[in-house]
């Protein structure tokens, strides 16, 4: 089956992103993101998502910021720059995802899964990771941000979890190719569920590797607010 792209709806971001950033290099402690507020506002006007998210994921974002100090969760230093290539970065999947369970593969610190429970109440989530460190913030985000028993914290590889069908869907932000994906998650979903995947690049030659019994279903492009570059979801279903 051929590439099929999906036009979205999504409104340019309003303003040069670039004004929105400030610059917080010598802040300090998990109250200093305060600062990234009007930034954090814009681009969930740009997704069009609620407002009324904002709080929890600038919360969110401080205790990832103030963990990664010690921790190491993510090479990306920068809260303005966490801001853009984590934070909106996940949330730019938020309209594709269905209500239901949803199984966040190879999470790191909770992304995209901790975001999209933050703005989808009608989604729960397994966050699924392996490396002890990440899965300990895991656990310290989700009992600091109230998202239990909504979100739960499953440390372990995803080819070991064995809840066989039980998900509507499954993300992997960056995790392996697609049929590495496939290989260690596909046995989760329930018969009409789908892997969303976020690819950066084509992914014809991933397409061409999937095993038999899955199909490409589309290729949906994204906009992420403040990211000058290409994000595509990919969407993969059993064949029928």
């Known amino acids: 089956m051929g590439n099929r792209v999906e036009q979205l709806s999504f409104s340019l971001f309003p303003i040069p992103y670039s004004r929105l950033l400030p610059s917080i290099a010598d802040n300090a402690g998990m109250d200093s993101l305060t600062s990234l507020r009007p930034a954090l506002d814009a681009g969930l006007e740009a997704l069009a998502l609620p407002a009324a998210a904002a709080p929890a994921l600038l919360d969110y974002l401080a205790l990832l910021n103030h963990w990664n100090r010690t921790y190491n969760l993510t090479a990306i230093r920068d809260p303005g720059q966490m801001l853009v290539k984590h934070l909106f970065d996940s949330l730019a999947i938020v309209p594709h995802v269905p209500a239901g369970r949803l199984a966040d593969l190879g ?77 260690v998650g596909g046995h989760l979903l329930a018969p009409h569920g789908r892997l969303l995947a976020m690819k950066a690049a084509r992914v014809d030659e991933e397409v061409a590797e999937l095993p038999a019994g899955w199909r490409l279903e589309s290729v949906r492009p994204l906009t992420v607010p403040g990211l000058d570059a290409e994000r595509v979801l990919v969407v993969v279903s059993r064949a029928a």
Do not use: H, W, Y
């Not at 002890?132 to 989700?142: I, Q, S, T, Y």
């Not at 600091?144 to 932000?173: H, Y």
């Open 107 to 183: 999470t790191g610190p909770g992304l995209p899964g901790i975001p999209v429970a933050i703005v989808r109440p009608d989604v729960e989530v397994a966050l699924v990771e392996s490396n002890g460190k990440k899965a300990r913030f895991l656990r310290e985000a989700v009992r600091r941000l109230g998202l239990a028993p909504r979100v739960r914290v499953l440390e372990m590889r995803a080819e070991a979890v064995d809840e066989p069908g039980a998900f509507d869907a499954i993300t992997a932000r960056a995790l392996d190719r697609l049929a590495g994906i496939v290989a």
